[in-house]
C-alpha cells in the first residue's frame, strides 16, 4: 500500500493563500487607481455645486450679493452664500418645488432637476450667463469648470425626496442594518462608531454627523455621495460604487446616532468646518487580522468566485491522484 503523503493539501494551501493575497492586493490597486476622466468632472461639479469658490480656491468670495439673489426678498442670507449653488436650487436640486419650498430657505428660484435632460452646452451656456446676464459666472469659473458643473447637473442628479418624510425628515424604508455596515466600511474610521468622533459647526454650536442626518437629510446624502468643497479627502459613495439605495440606507443608519440637538423644521445651509482626521485603511495590526482582511476582501469581489473554482479543481485533481495512488 501506497503511503499517505500530507505534500498535495499543503501545496494546496499555499497556493489558495497566494490566490487570496493576489486578489486583496489587486482591489487595493483598483481602489488606489484615480477615477477617469469624466467622472473625476462629474465629481468636481458636485463639489463646485456645492460651494465653487471654496473649490477653485478664490482667494476672497464674489463682493455684496449675486445679482439674481436680489430678485427675491424671503431669503435673508448675505454675502457669499449668495453666490453658490445649492442657495438658489437646494440640496435636493429641486428649489422652490422641493426642500426648499418654504422655510427660511425659501428663494421662489426653480431647481436645476429639471433641466438634466438638456444638451451639455446650453447647460453650459445657462451658467455662461448667455442665457442671463445676472447669471454670469465665467468671470470666475474656466469653461472646465463651467463644463463639469453643467455635466454633474446633467448626469449626476438623483430625486430622493420620496424617500424622506418632509415633516420628520427621516429615511422611509431602506436597510439600517446595511446602512451600518456601509457606515462601518466607509465613515466609522474617521467619524468613530458612534458618528462622534469628528465636530462640525452648525447653526453656531459644535455638532456631530447624527445631526447633520436628521436636520438636512439631503445635503448629508449628496456629501456622503460626492464629498464636501472643504475636504477633498475625504471618503465618498461615489468612489465605493454605492448606489442610490445604498446612499439612503446610510443616512437611514446615521439617523439613529446620536444628535446633541433637538430637530428642526427644515435643512440648513450653515457650513461644516471639518478638521484634519485619518482615512480609511492601513496595514492589519497582526495576523489574525491580516488573514480576516484577506477573507473580507475576497468574499466581496469577483476574484474570490474564481479563488473558490482554482480550489475546488485542485481538490479534484488532489481526490483522484490520492484514489489513483491507492489503487496502485
Known sequence: MKRFSLMPI???LILSILLGVAIVQSREALAAAPLPQQDQELVRGARLYDDWSEVIGLASPPSGDQPIWLQQSTNTRRGPDTWRCVSCHGWDYQGKDGAYRSGANYTGFLGVYATRTQSLASLSAAISGELDDEHDFSGFLVPADINALAKFIQEGLIDDNEFIDPVSLKIIGGDAQHGKTLYEQGCASCHGANGQQIEFRYEGQDIVLGTL???DPWRFLHRTRFGTARAPEMTIGYDLGWTPQDGRDLLLYAQTLATGLAPTSGPSMSELTPGPVEQPGGPARNIFGGILTGLGAMATSLGFAIALG???????????WLLRGRSK
Request: net charge neutral.
Open 10 to 12: 499543503f501545496f494546496i
Open 213 to 215: 442626518a436628521n436636520q
Open 310 to 320: 482554482v480550489v475546488l479543481v485542485a481538490i479534484i485533481f488532489l481526490v483522484v
